[in-house]
């Protein structure tokens, strides 16, 4: 039963948990003060109901929070936490009840003060927050493209979200429920307020959703809340939870995403007799609309458009060209030609024209998000570069941006394969008939150098155990030619990064792309060439997101040199960051 009224909190917030040891804790940090802004603690508890984990959460691991905090165990792991999360909300006693599904959610720093004055303003009061992922496309895209738990760690780490939570925005992204922004129609809210005498009229979820995790039942609540006479929905600008990947059954469900959007539909279908669809009640704005906040909604998923700050360019023919050029540097046109001698490599057996277009349509997944190379099984692509279709146009938005903003400078490539991507840069400048400024291409063009000792932890992929990296001078040479490429704007640094780039007769560069695999690779660039970049200017790092080593060198040198610029994910492999410089919006 409810506890004593006069001692009781004003916000009871209940927030529901299995299995996340690792995104609870993080939550949790994000509901408590002084991480949250304009609350005091005695304002308001927090309710866990954790639903049958195999290692059960306890009050005491979060003591150092100082939060308000009670844990209630489910055994058993029940199959859904709807009537879990009900008898919690009626052993509380906040005359404001506030509803985490979902607890790997982390809330953004002015939620709880908003939701406290707005629930107050009267008693028919509903305050709803947007939902956003964490990483660089929605996560049930990008868990198909790699993104896991392990890239989003190192996101989380290259901000300081816990001294400043709006951070959150610069590595989240919108998912489609609230693609409209602020200010369109909502289908749920993974952080709701509401009065409890109104949870109690709605009688809080509906059971009859039974599908794990809860199915469709938090679109459910918040279609019948917003549905309520009389009813006043407050969406708060400026704020948003953050969704962790955790192995959730919808949001983290990868390519059975769909599958269990239907499920969902269906049970919707089944218990109200109509499929949902997002509230369209007038809504209420409340809150400052920081710069971060505004810029992750002009930072739209990766899969629908490029990197915040960056912009295309180029008329329709020079589209077209370039255009071409990319599609041939990824071998798009060839892709059954590839697909059939992958097939003929791993089968002796002449492979049937069914089973060479489904390896085909394969590859073009695999393409569009850039193909790891598997040197024991000679997977390496039949293209120019293997960096792939996002990075690619991430390369080429982010050349024509300093063209058009009139950053000085050449652009460079460390680590060129093939020499596919540099292609791009030089056909760029040619499109645009740009002459003063070349492309540089700086590689062994021998292949990887061997690990170094006490920084590359032994990882060892150079050229006697990766022969397929080991690409000549004289083959990229040939390369830059078929394309008509090769003149006296392209140079090319033949030797170890070490050895060419201090002395390098290089000025100012405008952009700067990292494919250097090892941290001591990787370092040996960013310490040669960083402070040649020019404010404006793009630094890229090819391998962030697989390669542990690559990515600990990007935080060791941003964290040695005080570099806090946003570093943005391009896809689940690559990232980049633009250094700041006067004439660039808020």
Not at 375 to 395: F, K, Q, S, W
Not at 445 to 462: C, E, K, Y
Request: charged fraction near 20%; aromatic fraction near 6%; glycine fraction near 10%.
């Amino acid at each position: 039963m409810p506890g004593d009224p006069a001692a009781a909190p004003q916000l009871s917030l209940v927030v529901g948990c299995f299995e996340m040891q690792r995104e609870l804790p993080r939550t949790l940090h994000t509901l408590a003060v002084p991480y949250q802004h304009g609350v005091r603690q005695e304002q308001y508890e927090v309710v866990v109901v954790d639903n049958g984990s195999t290692v059960p959460v306890t009050a005491a691991q979060f003591a150092a929070l100082n939060l308000n905090l009670r844990v209630v165990h489910v055994p058993g792991a029940p199959h859904s936490p709807l009537p879990a999360l009900n008898r919690a909300v009626a052993e509380t006693s906040g005359g404001i009840v506030g509803m985490m599904i979902d607890g790997a959610r982390m809330l953004s720093p002015g939620v709880l003060d908003a939701a406290l004055r707005m629930s107050q303003t009267g008693p028919r009061t509903i305050v709803a927050t947007l939902n956003f992922h964490l990483g660089p496309d929605l996560q049930w895209i990008s868990l198909q493209q790699g993104y896991n738990q392990t890239i989003e760690d190192r996101l989380l780490d290259a901000i300081d979200w816990r001294q400043d939570g709006y951070r959150l925005f610069d590595i989240g992204v919108r998912p489609d429920n609230c693609k409209d922004g602020w200010f369109g129609a909502l289908s749920e809210s993974n952080a709701l307020f509401m009065p409890r005498a109104l949870w109690d009229e709605l009688d809080g979820y509906d059971t009859a959703f039974s599908s794990p995790g809860g199915g469709a039942a938090n679109v459910d609540l918040f279609g019948r809340a917003t549905a309520l006479a009389d009813i006043r929905l407050v969406v708060l600008l400026g704020e948003a939870s953050f969704h962790q990947v955790h192995g959730g059954v919808s949001t983290n469900a990868g390519a059975l995403a769909v599958q269990r959007l239907k499920e969902h539909s269906r049970e919707m279908l089944r218990v109200r007799g109509k499929v949902w669809s997002r509230a369209r009640v007038e809504a209420t704005y409340y809150g400052p609309t920081g710069a971060a906040a505004l810029a992750a909604f002009e930072r739209a998923p990766l899969s629908r458009t490029r990197p915040h700050g960056v912009r295309p360019g180029g008329g329709p023919i020079a589209t077209r060209y370039i255009d071409l050029v990319k599609t041939v540097l990824l071998n798009e046109h060839g892709l059954e030609r590839e697909a059939q001698l992958g097939l003929l490599r791993a089968d002796s057996a002449a492979p049937t024209p069914v089973e060479i277009t489904r390896a085909a349509q394969r590859l073009v997944w695999s393409r569009m998000r850039g193909q790891d190379v598997d040197v024991a099984a000679h997977r390496v692509p039949l293209a120019y570069t293997m960096i792939g279709r996002a990075r690619l146009e991430n390369l080429a938005a982010c050349v024509a941006t300093v063209l058009e903003d009139g950053i000085p400078g050449d652009l460079i490539e460390c680590g060129v394969w093939r020499g596919g991507a540099a292609m791009l840069m030089r056909a760029l400048l040619a499109e645009r008939g740009v002459t003063d400024r070349r492309v540089w291409l700086a590689d062994s063009f021998s292949g990887l150098p061997l690990p170094r000792a006490g920084t590359d932890d032994g990882v060892d992929i150079s050229a006697a155990v990766a022969p397929e990296l080991a690409v000549s001078l004289e083959q990229v040479q040939a390369n830059f030619a078929a394309f008509g490429l090769l003149d006296h704007q392209v140079c090319f640094l033949r030797g170890w990064f070490a050895d060419t780039l201090p002395q390098a007769p290089i000025g100012t560069l405008a952009v700067l792309r990292v494919d250097g695999d090892l941290y001591s690779s990787t370092m040996d660039v960013l310490e040669a060439l960083y402070d040649r970049v020019a404010p404006g200017g793009f630094v890229i790092i090819d391998d962030y997101g697989p390669l542990d080593q690559c990515a600990r060198a990007v935080h060791d040198f941003r964290d040695r040199r005080g570099i806090t610029e946003p570093l943005e994910m391009i896809d689940c492999d690559g990232a980049v960051w633009r250094r700041a410089w006067p004439g660039q919006s808020a």
